[in-house]
C-alpha cells in the first residue's frame, strides 16, 4: 500500500460537513493535521531509503545513522497504519448505526 492510496482513503473518511461553521472548522483541521502527518510519514520513509542508498554506496559509515533512519520510519508506518484503522472501525460503526 502506498502513501497515496492511505491519502486518498482518509479522505473519503473526512469528507466536507456543511452543517455549520464550526463543523467545517473542525473537519478541516482534521484533514490537515491527518495530511500533515501522512506528509511526515512519508518524508521519514524517503529520509529511511536515502540512508540505505548512502550506506550501499559507501558514502555513510555510521550504521546506527541508517538503523535509526529505518527504525523512525517504521514507527511511524505502524502508528500511520494503527490511526487508519480505528478510523475505519470507527467509520464502519458509525455506518452501522440504525437511525
Do not use: C
Request: glycine residues 4%; charged residues 25%.
Amino acid at each position: 500500500m502506498q502513501i497515496g492510496d492511505i491519502q486518498s482513503a482518509m479522505s473519503k473518511l473526512a469528507p466536507d460537513i456543511s452543517l455549520n461553521k464550526g463543523a467545517e472548522d473542525v473537519t478541516k483541521n482534521f484533514q490537515e493535521t491527518l495530511a500533515g502527518f501522512v506528509n511526515n510519514v512519508n518524508d521519514l520513509q524517503s529520509s529511511a531509503d536515502t540512508a540505505i542508498d548512502k550506506m550501499a554506496s559507501g558514502e555513510a559509515t555510521d550504521v546506527h545513522d541508517v538503523m535509526v533512519a529505518v527504525e523512525k520510519a517504521k514507527v511511524s508506518f505502524d502508528l500511520l497504519l494503527q490511526v487508519r484503522n480505528k478510523m475505519l472501525d470507527a467509520y464502519k460503526q458509525i455506518m452501522q448505526m440504525q437511525i
